[in-house]
């Protein structure tokens, strides 16, 4: 039976990969005088309310994420479902 679930998803770029976004954060800590973070990386979330069978509900998901959420080539991601 179908029912609601809610998950939350974590998307940022694999290691390796250069993050602009991250680069100008830090350099911007810098000018502001806090010298002691050593590296920023950005990344983005969804939260999602889906109706799927308990059964589906994490492959749905899945399927969404590697689909559309994130390019599976640079980045990664992390499910969280919520009760």
């Known amino acids: 039976m179908a029912e609601n679930?809610?998950?939350t998803v974590y998307v940022r770029l694999k290691d390796?990969?250069?993050d602009?976004?991250?680069?100008?954060?830090q350099k911007a800590l810098g000018q502001m005088g806090y010298n002691d973070f050593l590296s920023v990386r950005s990344?983005?979330?969804f939260e999602l309310e889906v109706n799927a069978d308990a059964a589906d509900?994490?492959?749905r998901i899945d399927e969404v994420c590697s689909r559309l959420l994130a390019n599976p080539v640079i980045e990664s991601y992390k499910v969280e479902l919520n009760s």
Request: charged residues 20%.
């Open 57 to 59: 509900v994490e492959q």
């Open 16 to 18: 390796g990969v250069l």
């Open 43 to 45: 990344g983005r979330f």
């Open 5 to 7: 679930r809610k998950a």
């Open 20 to 25: 602009p976004q991250g680069v100008t954060i």
